[in-house]
């Protein structure tokens, strides 16, 4: 039985779906204003790697991954450039797919884009007014998180770091200061300069966290079994879809039933992030390495731990992806298994995604002479559930 850590809960507990019809994830994906980075690609592997473990043992799988096109950090990164905002997501959201397609990617089933599901939004923004959640000012609306007992509850995080973060995001210019709370946050920002929609709260755009807790609910309904995106996004962003998504519904029943978190990718040991121009490209690594090479590098590490960026090592994964492929890389796709060697590949991934531990046991199983229904069961898991073959 898979095994999933839950953030919220801060510990390891059985996966057990709450519908009977697919399993639902819903991943943060990006906000394209530049190429992908390495740490997107862990990121969003860890959850390719999760939706494909699930299919192989007969579960059907909903999965769901936004698109933010429309941001204060494209505008920004738009507007230096001396490009159109909408050209340059275009632009970057392609290079991001192709970049995720040529690591094998298994896409979303659907990829909703903010600038699209407007509607969405503006009807949960009413249904917090009219719950006594949020409430007006001139600059916009905004969710008051003294209406939610639970406001804080998954990051844990102090009402002084919550703060610092805060006044770190590309957006807290736009906030309006006559706040009943500096944590209270927007749901629809009235702003005068750059692409505005309309609503009953005037002219504007959405609050970023509005945007994911209404397109989860659309695409996949409530609440989801999964839930996740990169450590960064576990305050402000996930904890305030938790008191949106939460108090929409009366907060009876829990939104997620697993926070999946994906630790960094750092460089020179600072975080890799776009802002701060700390970053290997995808683009760049494949130059010298394969996909699957790549693939089998940015896995080698549990999604949990901090992943150090090693030339070294990622030199050391082109030779092990090689000598994989020369064990494994011919024959036929078998039926997944549950002989010994199969058994051992798999429980190392059904123990909270332990990619680490089963590409190694993949490796010693690979070494060993197996008769060829193993051998099949194994191709099949380094290539149809891992993707490093």
């Not at 001396?82 to 050209?87: F, I």
């Not at 632009?91 to 995720?100: I, S, V």
């Not at 949960?124 to 008051?144: F, I, N, Q, S, V």
């Not at 750059?194 to 005037?202: E, H, L, M, N, V």
Request: some cysteine.
């Amino acid at each position: 039985m898979l095994r999933l850590y839950d953030t919220r809960r801060r510990g390891t507990f059985a996966f057990r779906p709450r519908g009977k019809r697919a399993v639902t994830i819903y991943v943060c994906g990006v906000t394209p204003y530049d190429t992908t980075h390495l740490g997107h690609a862990r990121t969003f592997l860890v959850f390719d790697v999760l939706a494909r473990l699930l299919e192989a043992g007969g579960t059907r799988v909903r999965y769901a991954q936004n698109v933010t096109d429309v941001d204060e950090s494209i505008l920004q990164r738009a507007a230096r450039d001396g490009v159109d905002w909408r050209e340059l997501g275009r632009r970057e959201e392609r290079a991001f797919l192709d970049d995720m397609r040529r690591l094998d990617w298994r896409k979303p089933d659907v990829m909703p884009h903010a600038t699209r599901e407007l509607a969405a939004m503006i009807r949960l923004a009413e249904r917090l007014r009219r719950r006594g959640h949020a409430y007006e000012l001139p600059g916009g609306l905004y969710y008051d998180v003294s209406t939610f007992p639970r406001f804080g509850e998954l990051s844990r995080y102090s009402v002084a770091k919550m703060r610092r973060i805060l006044a770190s995001q590309d957006d807290a210019r736009l906030d309006d200061p006559r706040r009943r709370s500096p944590l209270d946050f927007a749901l629809w920002r009235r702003v005068s300069d750059g692409p505005t929609w309309p609503s009953r709260y005037g002219r504007g755009r959405p609050g970023w966290h509005l945007e994911c807790s209404a397109m989860s609910e659309r695409h996949l309904g409530y609440p989801v079994d999964v839930h996740g995106g990169g450590s960064d996004l576990l305050y402000p962003h996930h904890e305030c879809e938790v008191a949106q998504s939460e108090g929409a519904h009366g907060g009876r029943e829990r939104f997620v039933r697993h926070w999946v978190h994906i630790a960094p990718v750092r460089l020179n040991a600072a975080k890799m992030s776009k802002s701060d121009g700390n970053m290997i490209f995808v683009r760049e690594a494949l130059k010298k390495n394969s996909p699957q090479a790549l693939r089998l590098y940015l896995l080698d590490i549990h999604y949990r731990r901090p992943f150090d960026h090693d030339e070294e090592r990622l030199a050391r994964a082109r030779d092990r992806a090689a000598a994989l492929d020369d064990a494994l890389g011919r024959g036929r796709l078998g039926p997944i298994e549950r002989d010994r060697a199969s058994a051992a590949v798999l429980g190392a991934l059904e123990d909270d995604l332990h990619t680490d531990r089963a590409i190694r046991e993949l490796e010693r199983q690979a070494r060993r002479k197996l008769e060829p229904g193993p051998v099949a069961s194994l191709r099949t898991i380094a290539r149809r559930v891992l993707g490093i073959l």
